[in-house]
């Protein structure tokens, strides 16, 4: 929680260094991109893509899919692996031309509504335990994030919330 935390006073610190202007967020415009994250369970890295479609200047639509896996042991003799696929609907609104902000920055925040798919696999199984854990389920959550643009068609992607991460991190393709 900390780390949350933390992450969002970075986030917010960044916002409020912009000089004015407008974010690049457009109507009719799609964004689309690869994402890699901090795995909020074990210590594995999360793999995944994002879309958004901009419905009007500040409002988005869109989708995202996420895959993660991490593996456990308990007292050295049993181990097994989590496998989370998450796939869902998002929407966001964009701040940044409410509040004037510099042109190559886009804050959003949002919620996303999706399914959670958890598996888990033995690797070792020594007491024949038949326990076979697993969960999936609808989800609801929110999200803030930011986009940099590097250039007209190119943005640094940056989010929290949502998910099985603490941070997602890539890149976007205006088109």
Same mark, same amino acid.
């Given at each position: 929680?900390?780390?949350?935390?933390?992450?969002?006073?970075?986030?917010?610190?960044?916002?409020?260094?912009?000089?004015?202007?407008?974010?690049?967020?457009?109507?009719?415009?799609?964004?689309?991109?690869?994402?890699?994250?901090?795995?909020?369970?074990?210590?594995?890295?999360?793999?995944?893509?994002?879309?958004?479609?901009?419905?009007?200047?500040?409002?988005?639509?869109? =989708? *995202? @899919?996420?895959? !993660?896996?991490?593996?456990?042991?308990? +007292?050295?003799?049993?181990? /097994?692996?989590?496998?989370?696929?998450?796939?869902?609907?998002?929407?966001?609104?964009?701040?940044?031309?409410?509040?004037?902000?510099?042109?190559?920055?886009?804050?959003?925040? =949002? *919620? @996303?509504?999706? !399914?959670?798919?958890?598996?888990?696999? +033995?690797?070792?199984?020594? /007491?024949?335990?038949?326990?076979?854990?697993?969960?999936?389920?609808?989800?609801?959550?929110?999200?803030?994030?930011?986009?940099?643009?590097?250039?007209?068609?190119?943005?640094?992607?940056?989010?929290?919330?949502?998910?099985?991460?603490?941070?997602?991190?890539?890149?976007?393709?205006?088109?």
């Amino acid at each position: 929680m900390k780390r949350v935390a933390l992450l969002l006073v970075i986030v917010l610190a960044m916002c409020l260094v912009a000089s004015t202007g407008h974010a690049q967020f457009e109507k009719g415009k799609s964004f689309l991109g690869p994402r890699l994250g901090i795995g909020a369970h074990g210590s594995g890295v999360v793999v995944g893509g994002g879309y958004e479609y901009g419905v009007t200047d500040v409002i988005g639509i869109g =989708g *995202l @899919v996420d895959y !993660y896996t991490w593996s456990t042991t308990g +007292w050295g003799i049993w181990g /097994g692996k989590y496998t989370y696929v998450i796939f869902g609907a998002q929407g966001n609104y964009h701040f940044g031309k409410a509040l004037k902000w510099d042109a190559k920055i886009d804050p959003f925040a =949002g *919620l @996303v509504l999706g !399914y959670e798919r958890v598996s888990w696999s +033995w690797d070792r199984n020594p /007491g024949h335990i038949f326990w076979e854990p697993s969960a999936s389920g609808i989800i609801l959550g929110g999200q803030i994030g930011i986009r940099y643009f590097v250039s007209p068609n190119l943005a640094l992607y940056g989010q929290t919330g949502f998910g099985i991460t603490y941070l997602k991190v890539g890149v976007d393709f205006k088109f």
